[in-house]
């Protein structure tokens, strides 16, 4: 008896050892994915000055895809460096807003290029598995901790080509000189991992704007720059280390 409790603590300290640095065997991680990209600006938004906080100003039917594909690399347990890039769509409409006699819309096709950094508020597990021994049927069990929650904030820069519709189209105030502006991703993300190497991730970001062009069109009341926001769905893959054997070692003849 003493023999085989000793046998089960010594494998599961192994097991533990081996697992407890799994994140350096696998550091780097490539993702792509959909983005839904929704903007907020000087064109659209509420039927009144009362918004409810910006919550009426949301149009899913204003809601655009775009695709995203990134990296990100794990320098430390609770964080990760990243660069991504996304191309997409902004469009609104000033139809049933606060400013609908005026009756602006356009169309921007955005790229955007940033870089960030991940910080874990839950991380993904150093242990991918963990064991239980009090089965009725006795034997080693294995359940994956699959969740991991994190905060994330980036630099970049965004290119972008406005397009005017309906009535801004003819406006003097149009102003397509503007094509580039710098942004900061702030945002908050989710993974969940599927298989060692794959997970599933969700993502909401919000990037804070250097422009108030990004619809080609400021208002004489704007007081900010405009913002959008993308809720992206992701697809994620570990990179594994290529495990280098026998590294210095000299080869024995076998005959």
């Not at 000793?6 to 792509?32: C, D, H, N, R």
Request: hydrophobic share 40%; aromatic share 12%.
């Amino acid at each position: 008896m003493k023999n085989a409790i000793t046998t089960i603590i010594v494998l599961a300290t192994l097991t533990f050892t081996g697992y407890s640095q799994q994140w350096k065997t696998a550091p780097l991680e490539l993702y792509g994915g959909i983005a839904n990209l929704h903007y907020f600006g000087d064109i659209g938004g509420a039927s009144s000055e009362s918004n409810a906080l910006g919550l009426l100003d949301i149009k899913f039917s204003k809601i655009r895809p775009g695709l995203t594909l990134g990296a990100r690399y794990q320098v430390m347990k609770p964080l990760n460096i990243r660069a991504w890039y996304t191309l997409g769509i902004l469009t609104q409409a000033d139809v049933n807003s606060k400013n609908e006699t005026r009756n602006f819309a356009f169309r921007t096709i955005i790229n955007e290029f940033a870089i960030g950094t991940e910080f874990y508020i839950i991380p993904e597990s150093d242990e991918n598995y963990y064991y239980s021994i009090m089965q009725i049927r006795g034997g080693l069990r294995h359940y994956r901790q699959p969740f991991s929650l994190y905060a994330t904030v980036g630099a970049g820069g965004l290119l972008y080509n406005v397009t005017p519709k309906e009535n801004l189209a003819t406006s003097p105030r149009f102003n397509d000189s503007k094509s580039f502006t710098m942004i900061i991703p702030v945002g908050i993300g989710c993974k969940y991992a599927i298989m060692p190497k794959i997970s599933l991730g969700a993502e909401l970001l919000l990037r804070l704007t250097m422009t108030d062009y990004l619809d080609g069109y400021t208002s004489p009341f704007s007081e900010f720059n405009d913002i959008y926001y993308s809720l992206n769905i992701k697809v994620n893959y570990k990179i594994q280390k290529t495990r280098r054997r026998n590294v210095g070692l000299p080869r024995r003849r076998l005959f």
